[in-house]
């Protein structure tokens, strides 16, 4: 079974940076793409940043780029998000999210949480004013 397991959520102030990273599992990742999103309290889950199954192809939403940057280490099935001058805004549950697809879709595919086919359980991030 596909599994996502996500880590490196934690309580951080504004301005730091974190780590988040998500280790896959359960089939070969190197032809999928990987996301994140994310959902803050009282909030709609909202998408954050992908990578297509080529490491050039990567998409951000305008909230977060120039801040946040993904990547992926295929050696071992994980994709990372490193943020940076985090905001209060920032704060919510992360997810790490995957497709059952292997084409190559513009970024408003990666975009959409409805494309997702698997799903990780999260890490909280809070970032404190």
């Known amino acids: 079974q596909v599994q996502l397991v996500e880590s490196g959520g934690r309580l951080v102030q504004a301005g730091g940076s974190l780590r988040l990273s998500c280790a896959a599992s359960?089939?070969?990742?190197?032809?999928?793409?990987m996301a994140w999103f994310r959902q803050a309290p009282g909030k709609e889950r909202e998408f954050v940043a992908a990578?297509?199954?080529?490491?050039?192809?990567?998409y951000y939403a305008d909230s977060v780029k120039g801040r946040f940057t993904i990547s992926r280490e295929h050696a071992n099935n994980t994709v990372y998000l490193q943020m940076n001058s985090l905001e209060p805004e920032d704060t919510a549950v992360y997810y790490c999210a995957t497709p059952d697809e292997t084409g190559v879709m513009c970024g408003v595919y990666y975009s959409d949480a409805a494309n997702m086919d698997y799903w990780g359980k999260g890490t909280l991030v809070t970032v404190s004013s």
């Open positions: 990578i297509s199954w080529s490491v050039s192809n990567t």
């Open positions: 359960g089939r070969t990742f190197s032809v999928y793409a």
